[in-house]
């Protein structure tokens, strides 16, 4: 895999992966991330293994989950087994945990607050940016202690509003809820610009977003489901490292003693 490292501030780092490179075989070569597609399993944990080291992690450390294009969002920690069943989203406020998505066409999303030791995953199919995904996952977010502008965004490889035609009715249900969705197709047709209303959703709030990854739709170097029904699954991971206010936060259970 091509991995792509960068930190958010001091205590969050991510990872966005590509195809390149890894253990998996045809149809799923060679960096799948996905174990629900057909894969050998020894291969996408080896890949996985690769990612997570990445960020100085250990496979044990790392979260996933089993999206259902809906709005749910997961709050994990060290106990939580993975991957998550039924949500579109993972937060913790845990460090040293690595929240996992992939995805091949649907954008997978990071974010992190640095100063309140908040990180999340998300995957945003159309359905997930009709479902406000995004929304439901700065609101818990903000539940364990983020705050907006503190936030900031990585927004990874998706299909393009050039190449993501869909049919009238779709087009009219997600542009409803995010107009920046809107695109026409090469072809002239109906298109969606998922990564677009993604960012748009971000930006409406104040957080800064960064793009990593160019169409799915069109580069050999990601996964792409319409292009290819069977294929693989990239990603990208991020995590929060030990607080650098570890020590303080000793001393203030310290201080709490019973003399
Ligand atoms: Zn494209």
């Not at 490292?5 to 070569?29: L, Q």
């Not at 709050?75 to 993975?82: E, L, M, N, P």
């Given at each position: 895999m091509g991995i792509a490292n960068?930190?958010?501030?001091?205590?969050?780092?991510w990872a966005f992966a590509d195809r390149t490179s890894g253990a998996s075989s045809?149809?799923f070569a060679l960096g799948n991330l996905a174990?629900?597609?057909?894969d050998?399993?020894?291969a996408v944990l080896a890949n996985r293994a690769t990612l997570a080291g990445s960020l100085?992690?250990?496979?044990?450390?790392l979260?996933?989950?089993?999206?259902?294009?809906?709005?749910?969002?997961?709050?994990?920690?060290?106990?939580?087994?993975?991957?998550?069943?039924?949500?579109?989203?993972?937060?913790?406020?845990?460090?040293?945990?690595g929240?996992l998505?992939v995805a091949a066409?649907?954008?997978p999303?990071?974010?992190?607050?640095?100063?309140?030791?908040?990180?999340?995953?998300?995957?945003?199919?159309?359905?997930?940016?009709?479902?406000?995904?995004?929304?439901?996952?700065?609101?818990?977010?903000?539940?364990?202690?983020?705050?907006?502008?503190?936030?900031?965004?990585?927004?990874g490889p998706?299909?393009?509003?050039?190449?993501?035609?869909?049919?009238?009715?779709?087009?009219?249900?997600?542009?409803?809820?995010?107009?920046?969705?809107?695109?026409?197709?090469?072809?002239?047709?109906?298109?969606?610009?998922?990564?677009?209303?993604?960012?748009?959703?971000?930006?409406?709030?104040?957080?800064?977003?960064?793009?990593w990854g160019?169409?799915t739709?069109?580069s050999p170097r990601f996964y792409?489901?319409?292009?290819?029904?069977?294929?693989g699954r990239h990603g990208g991971l991020?995590?929060?490292?030990?607080?650098?206010?570890?020590?303080?936060?000793?001393?203030?259970?310290?201080?709490?003693?019973?003399?």
């Amino acid at each position: 895999m091509g991995i792509a490292n960068g930190s958010m501030g001091s205590r969050v780092t991510w990872a966005f992966a590509d195809r390149t490179s890894g253990a998996s075989s045809e149809p799923f070569a060679l960096g799948n991330l996905a174990d629900h597609v057909g894969d050998d399993p020894a291969a996408v944990l080896a890949n996985r293994a690769t990612l997570a080291g990445s960020l100085g992690l250990s496979l044990d450390h790392l979260v996933a989950m089993a999206p259902v294009h809906g709005r749910e969002v997961g709050v994990v920690d060290s106990q939580t087994v993975s991957p998550v069943l039924g949500v579109d989203a993972l937060v913790t406020a845990s460090p040293d945990l690595g929240l996992l998505v992939v995805a091949a066409d649907c954008v997978p999303l990071l974010l992190g607050d640095p100063s309140a030791g908040v990180v999340a995953a998300v995957h945003a199919g159309w359905r997930g940016v009709e479902a406000d995904v995004v929304g439901a996952t700065l609101e818990v977010m903000q539940d364990l202690g983020a705050v907006l502008t503190n936030v900031s965004a990585v927004v990874g490889p998706a299909i393009c509003g050039q190449c993501y035609e869909v049919e009238h009715d779709r087009y009219e249900a997600v542009t409803a809820r995010a107009p920046h969705a809107a695109s026409v197709t090469r072809t002239g047709g109906l298109g969606l610009d998922l990564r677009s209303a993604v960012s748009e959703r971000l930006e409406q709030v104040g957080i800064d977003v960064e793009t990593w990854g160019e169409c799915t739709y069109e580069s050999p170097r990601f996964y792409s489901f319409r292009r290819d029904p069977q294929t693989g699954r990239h990603g990208g991971l991020i995590a929060l490292s030990g607080s650098a206010d570890a020590d303080s936060a000793d001393s203030g259970l310290g201080v709490a003693h019973h003399g």
